[in-house]
T-cell receptor, first 115, second 116 residues
Framework: AQKVTQAQTEISVVEKEDVTLDCVYE???????LFWYKQPPSGELVFLIR??????QNEISGRYSWNFQKSTSSFNFTITASQVVDSAVYFC????????????FGGGTRLMVKP | NAGVMQNPRHLVRRRGQEARLRCSPM?????VYWYRQLPEEGLKFMVY????????ESGMPKERFSAEFPKEGPSILRIQQVVRGDSAAYFC??????????????FGPGTRLTVL
């Protein structure tokens, strides 16, 4: 069985602060994919990143960066110099290759960026 | 290339009525997934379908819920005799493949079901 835990249910920061959203996962599969999605107040799901279990390289995309550590089963997401438009709920998700391809989502972290 | 389309975007039903939610996958995608998001919660997998086949329905409630993905037309999630607890956002996703490097799921905008 797969499980994704996002321990932080809500985070509040002031604009321009850096913020890290934690994600810890569990799976018995050796081949799996990890995802982050953003859900703004409008409600749609916006895909941010996908990583496979064999690629532990950290990734940076503009103000966003991701730290994947298999040793601690974590896939943390950092926003540098946060902006008000970053306010949203962020979901971490896992898809295990031998588990039917469905996504298992964490409970989400609500990020509020105040001006 | 249009994205995943869902309709209606908002649906209001009274208790006991039926709800039909439609999902048109992205062009070229033959794999469809339905997820449910209860208020203030994360998304939970419901069912995974390919054309004319249900592959995995382990997340579907045992009663009142059904899904199909016919050879022609959109995928349909059907909820019979709705109850207030069915009020949620229902998201559909599609992917070109089930596994491997092309397994990314693209999500539709969701259908928000309200049961009065």
């Amino acid at each position: 069985a797969q499980k994704v835990t996002q321990a932080q249910t809500e985070i509040s920061v002031v604009e321009k602060e850096d913020v890290t959203l934690d994600c810890v996962y569990e799976t018995r599969d050796t081949t799996y994919y990890l995802f982050w999605y953003k859900q703004p107040p409008s409600g749609e799901l916006v895909f941010l990143i996908r990583r496979n279990s064999f690629d532990e390289q950290n990734e940076i995309s503009g103000r966003y960066s991701w730290n994947f550590q298999k040793s601690t089963s974590s896939f943390n997401f950092t926003i540098t110099a946060s902006q008000v438009v970053d306010s949203a709920v962020y979901f971490c998700a896992l898809s295990a290759y031998n588990a039917g391809n469905m996504l298992t989502f964490g409970g989400g972290t609500r990020l509020m960026v105040k001006p | 290339n249009a994205g995943v389309m869902q309709n209606p975007r908002h649906l209001v039903r009274r208790r006991g009525q039926e709800a039909r939610l439609r999902c048109s996958p992205m062009k070229g995608h033959s794999h469809v997934y339905w997820y449910r998001q209860l208020p203030e919660e994360g998304l939970k997998f419901m069912v995974y379908l390919q054309k004319e086949n249900i592959i995995d329905e382990s997340g579907m409630p045992k009663e009142r819920f059904s899904a199909e993905f016919p050879k022609e037309g959109p995928s349909i999630l059907r909820i019979q005799q709705v109850v207030r607890g069915d009020s949620a956002a229902y998201f559909c996703a599609s992917s070109p493949e089930a596994g491997g490097p092309l397994n990314e799921q693209f999500f539709g905008p969701g259908t928000r079901l309200t049961v009065l």
